[in-house]
């Protein structure tokens, strides 16, 4: 097992790749991405997919790959933005050059279909990345809880420790118990999209993070069934579940339903691995930023959760 590799931490000037590499961006989150750089203190390159839009996708399978690889090679290149998430990684994964992302680090950011390539570049590159709000969102507005956790963890080399309280939001203890290890996971569509495949989810000893937005329940029953059936949760230390935004069945009569609550304790409870539920990450706000790779410590008994790593060096 080789040591994890850690991106250089960013700094005013710092010049930042944008990328496409799931759906396309409109003008308008195009125009917030680079504003959102800009206010930061930071430098915006455009990458072509950035500007590309190929029915659903951003741009040709072939372009989307192109982009993340020369941004990573190119040495006057600081960091890899991605724009916005939808669909598309999946179909690239295959194609990019993990080895050469290895000896090019560079701090990597997104969320939500971007999982897909957490995951991977964890994994195969061997390098921490970062589950964060995407510039397109607006970094101007951001509130302040989610602006001080994506910059602190940017621009700063130091371990995040215990993340934020956030007012009326108080963790759901599904297991008690106490775990540590790597953070690693995401978007629950795209961990069991990848499931079977060389880029599937490696949760030996880890705590996984898994969140979904705008889906049904037994989609997410589905998902976390697929988790479980492939061994995710038997060899994990810890598992900390998301905030479920938008999920649920508003239209079926709840005899004919399982509520999320119902799903988390026949599906995930029966692990016993130390659980909790509506951790803010993902596709909510306020929104945790998440090192992925980084050592985090999972504390049931207490409903907390701390980074022991810093994403960055």
């Known amino acids: 097992m080789f040591p994890i590799i850690r991106p250089k931490c960013l700094k005013h000037g ?72 939808g669909y598309g990684v999946t179909r690239i994964l295959d194609k990019i050059d993990y080895r050469m992302i290895s000896k090019n680090p560079k701090l990597f950011l997104g969320y939500s279909d971007i999982t897909g390539l957490h995951v991977a570049i964890n994994q195969l590159s061997n390098l921490t990345t970062l589950h964060s709000p995407m510039p397109s ?76 937005v705008d889906e049904k329940n037994y989609k997410i029953d589905r998902g976390l069934t697929a988790l479980a059936l492939a061994g995710k949760f038997k060899d994990c230390a810890g598992i900390i579940l998301g905030t479920w935004s938008g999920c649920g069945d508003p239209d079926l009569p709840p005899e004919n339903n399982l509520s999320l609550h119902q799903i988390i304790s026949e599906v995930v409870k029966p692990f016993g691995k130390p659980t909790i539920n509506n951790f803010r990450a993902g596709h909510i706000y306020p929104q945790i930023s998440i090192p992925m790779g980084a050592r985090t410590k999972l504390d049931a008994d207490k409903g907390t959760v701390a980074f022991l790593e810093a994403v960055t060096e």
């Not at 659903?56 to 990573?72: H, K, M, P, T």
């Not at 963790?171 to 961990?191: D, K, M």
């Open 137 to 212: 969102r607006g970094w101007k507005t951001l509130d302040s809880i989610t602006l001080r956790s994506l910059t602190d963890n940017i621009f700063s080399t130091k371990p995040i420790g215990q993340t934020p309280f956030i007012e009326g939001e108080a963790f759901e203890i599904v297991n008690s118990g106490v775990a540590e290890g790597p953070i690693v996971g995401g978007n629950l569509s795209l961990l069991a999209a990848t499931l079977g495949s060389i880029y599937e989810i490696n949760t030996k000893n880890k705590i996984i993070f898994i969140e979904d």
């Open 14 to 85: 710092s010049r930042i790749a944008l990328i496409a590499p799931s759906s396309p961006a409109d003008s308008e989150k195009l125009m917030l991405a680079v504003d959102s750089v800009k206010f930061l203190g930071m430098i915006p390159v455009l990458y072509p997919s950035a500007k590309m839009k190929h029915g659903y996708l951003s741009g040709a399978d072939s372009a989307r790959v192109s982009d993340i690889n020369n941004a990573f090679f190119d040495p006057t290149i600081d960091a890899v933005f991605c724009i916005r998430g």
